[in-house]
């Protein structure tokens, strides 16, 4: 199931799917409420909401490595918010690059910041996500965070 959903998205051209319009249309509309409801779902620090908007089988890599299934999704949450308590997980610049019937794909910036063994921290990066329409709903299938290199 997973695979299918990965290369329904990476099929883009041949599964009907265009790049997304410059214009916002109902459907990125619709899509960008998602990402906004995630971000403030992620943001309460409570596994059970962010779970509502993934896939039961999400794949999500950051932290160098890859977390599949909602099991696996939910230690590397719970585990970043138990070291950064108050961490607080902003999305940014969303583009919609393919909107299709059941898949669709964006990429965005991402920022954090919180307290780390009582220091300040904060980072941020480029992000992607795969979404998909399962029973009348988008889900998150797929997430791909990459941090910003550092400059020399």
């Known amino acids: ?21 410059a214009a916002a249309s109902a459907s990125a509309d619709a899509l960008d409420a998602l990402i906004r409801d995630y971000e403030r779902r992620t943001n309460s620090h409570r596994f059970d909401e962010v779970a509502e908007v993934l896939a039961a ?3 999500f890599q950051f932290g160098g490595k890859a977390h599949r299934g ?40 991402y ?11 904060q980072g941020g990066g ?15 299938v797929h997430e791909h965070l990459s941090a910003v290199p550092n400059k020399p």
């Not at 992607?128 to 998150?140: A, C, E, P, S, Y």
């Open 1 to 21: 199931m997973r695979r299918r959903h990965f290369l329904q998205a990476a099929a883009i051209t041949n599964a009907g799917m265009s790049a997304a319009p």
């Open 57 to 59: 089988n999400a794949e």
């Open 70 to 109: 909602l099991t696996e999704v939910r230690a590397y949450f719970e585990g970043t918010w138990a070291k950064l308590p108050d961490e607080r997980y902003a999305i940014e610049n969303v583009r919609w690059i393919a909107i299709g019937a059941d898949t669709a794909a964006c990429v965005y910036d």
């Open 111 to 121: 920022r954090w910041q919180g307290t780390y063994q009582g220091k300040p921290q």
């Open 126 to 140: 480029y992000g992607t996500n795969v979404l998909v329409h399962i029973d009348g709903r988008w889900k998150i």
